[in-house]
C-alpha cells in the first residue's frame, strides 16, 4: 500500500555531498518509521539512518557526524544529506517505510559512488 521512489544518487569525489531523496505514495497516513539502508558491492544491506513520525532519529556509527535524514511532511518526502562523503560509503541506498502490523516496504535503489 505504499510506494517508495528514491532519487538523488550519482558519482561525487570524497569529501563530497549529495542529498537523497524518497518520496512515498499510498497509504502515507499509516507510516510510522521511514529510514534510509545501504548495500555494498557483495556485502550485506546495513542500516543508516532512520526517522520515526515523533521525529526520534538515528544512525549508523560510521556515518554519525556526516550525514543528516530529515523529512518534509508536506511532500511526502524523506532526505539524506550525506556530506564528508567516504569511498567506503559507495553502495546501492534502499528507502526504507513501517507501517503498523509489520509491514515493510523497499525503494528501487539508488546508486552512490565516491571515487578518486
Known amino acids: 500500500q505504499v510506494q517508495l521512489v528514491e532519487s538523488g544518487g550519482g558519482l561525487v569525489q570524497p569529501g563530497g555531498s549529495l542529498r537523497l531523496s524518497c518520496a512515498a505514495s499510498g497509504s502515507i497516513f499509516s507510516i510510522n518509521v521511514m529510514g534510509w539502508y545501504r548495500q555494498p558491492a557483495g556485502k550485506e544491506r546495513e542500516l543508516v539512518a532512520r526517522?520515526?513520525?515523533?521525529?526520534?532519529?538515528n544512525y549508523a556509527d560510521s556515518v554519525k557526524g556526516r550525514f543528516t535524514i530529515f523529512r518534509d511532511n508536506a511532500k511526502n518526502t524523506v532526505y539524506l544529506q550525506m556530506n564528508s562523503l567516504k569511498p567506503e560509503d559507495t553502495a546501492v541506498y534502499y528507502c526504507?517505510?513501517?507501517?503498523?502490523?509489520?509491514?515493510?516496504?523497499w525503494g528501487q535503489g539508488t546508486q552512490v559512488a565516491v571515487s578518486s
Open positions: 526504507h517505510a513501517a507501517q503498523p502490523g509489520y509491514l515493510y516496504y
Open positions: 526517522i520515526t513520525r515523533d521525529d526520534t532519529t
